[in-house]
């Protein structure tokens, strides 16, 4: 659910027309609804009721502050995966004591960094990370908290459409593996046991694997209460999916309802950490870009818009596909099947193939969903200046990161001397 509706042909955020903001702020750019960020992380939230738990909503879907804001004030936690991510957390004013840092290179400064700021706890990837974790907590005489990130190794077969996600060793670790470090790090005097930690994989559309996975990391807590080693919390990660195009994801009802039902068949009601990001924020954004150029072939019709693969490159980079709807719909066009490119010198800046679409030169189009792993994943290839990024609260909106200008592109790099 969310909160880009039409209103008289007109799409709208909340209360506001995009055509408004396209005129005001100028395409291509990023536009965000406050209230369905709100509504998505109170369902996670409520869907917990009064089972203790934390939301650590992941930074790396969508950092921008005006986010990061309005979920540290509903009260979220934050699930980070570098020093950076941290920096935005505490400036948007988030705690560091609600904060995971997860990630599978964490870099020495950044351990110090986080221990510094009173971060919540560390999910560790590698006994090299545990190792570097305890040097650095006896230097400066602070404890850390960690949980071991497990791997959960649940048979592809089973569920091929998670297998990419899980046959990588990149992530977490075996079981027994695990149980080694766990050892270590509880005989050690700035190390504290917070935690038993997964993430299986991102764009989840089935509860199966996350059962699968839950039952493995619960029995491997059993093994380590049974080795005198509490746990105090168990983190399931993110990865719930979203609605593309076709795909009917759980809601977080019926998913957080499957992570309470396991543990209870269990019989213990651990306190639970999720990490959702693309469940928050997907939704919750839309990229508003204008039609440049019409462009008829033999073989094809192209829609040249001001958007392209360096604003977002989900199409390019994964095929995905992300769905497209005009801004006003009273065009009285015909609808033709284009192709909707942007400006890159690439073959593979497309942002959607095949669309039937009543467009005219100057219209605006919305590309839905975007909202995580868009801003965030942009670049400046073909020296093309960041998108604005708008966030819409109700009937009025704010410019939460201005567009990129051409000079700051190269304001960091110099000529060489005479
Ligand atoms: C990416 C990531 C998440 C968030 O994944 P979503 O699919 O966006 O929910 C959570 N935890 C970890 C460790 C991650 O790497």
Redesign the pocket.
């Known amino acids: 659910m969310d909160y880009f509706n039409y209103e008289n042909d007109c799409l709208h955020a909340e209360q506001v027309a995009l055509s408004t903001i396209a005129d005001e702020v100028g395409t291509p750019c990023y536009v965000y609804s406050r209230a369905t960020v709100e509504r998505h992380w109170h369902a996670f939230n409520d869907a917990f009721g009064e089972h203790p738990h934390r939301i650590c909503y992941?930074v790396?879907?969508n950092g921008n502050l005006a986010v990061l804001d309005i979920l540290s004030r509903l009260g979220s936690g934050f699930?980070i995966?570098s020093a950076g991510e941290l920096r935005r957390v505490l400036a948007a004013g988030g705690a560091a004591g609600e904060t995971i840092f997860?990630g599978v290179g964490k870099q020495p400064w950044e351990i110090r960094e986080a221990l510094e700021a009173g971060i919540n706890s560390f999910n560790i990837e590698s006994q090299g990370e545990l190792q570097k974790i305890r040097e650095i907590a006896a230097e400066t005489g602070e404890v850390a908290r960690i949980s071991v990130r497990i791997n959960p190794d649940i048979d592809p077969m089973t569920h091929p459409y998670i297998s990419t996600g899980l046959r990588e060793n990149k992530f977490g670790l075996s079981a027994d593996k695990a149980l080694e470090i766990y050892q270590l790090a509880s005989q050690d005097k700035n190390i504290h046991i917070s935690g038993v930690a997964c993430?299986i994989g991102?764009?989840l559309t089935e509860l199966a694997p996350y059962r699968d996975a839950l039952d493995k990391i619960l029995r491997f807590t059993r093994q380590l209460e049974e080795k005198g080693i509490h746990v105090e919390h168990i983190d399931f990660?993110?990865?719930?999916g979203v609605r593309y195009h076709n795909e009917a994801p759980p809601s977080p009802a019926e998913y957080c309802g499957a992570l309470l039902e396991q543990l209870e068949l269990f019989g213990k009601r651990y306190p639970v950490t999720i990490?959702?990001?693309?469940?928050i924020m997907a939704n919750a954004g839309i990229l508003l870009t204008r039609v440049h150029y019409l462009k008829h072939s033999a073989e094809s019709n192209f829609c040249v818009v001001d958007a392209a693969m360096n604003d977002l490159i989900r199409p390019a980079l994964y095929q995905a596909y992300q769905e497209i709807i005009e801004v006003n719909r009273s065009s009285g066009s015909t609808a033709t099947a284009y192709d909707i490119v942007g400006p890159v010198c690439e073959s593979s800046d497309f942002l959607g193939k095949g669309r039937r679409l009543p467009v005219r030169e100057g219209d605006l189009l919305a590309i839905r969903t975007v909202g995580?792993y868009g801003a965030v994943m942009s670049s400046n290839y073909n020296a093309r200046p960041r998108p604005a990024e708008v966030m819409v609260d109700g009937s009025r909106f704010h410019v939460v990161r201005q567009r990129e200008s051409l000079e700051s592109l190269y304001a960091g790099e110099s000529r060489l001397p005479d």
């Not at 990660?237 to 719930?240: F, T, V």
């Not at 990490?275 to 469940?279: S, T």
């Open positions: 992941a790396k879907a699930d995966v997860s993430h991102s764009q990660g993110g990865g719930l990490e959702p990001g693309r469940a995580a």
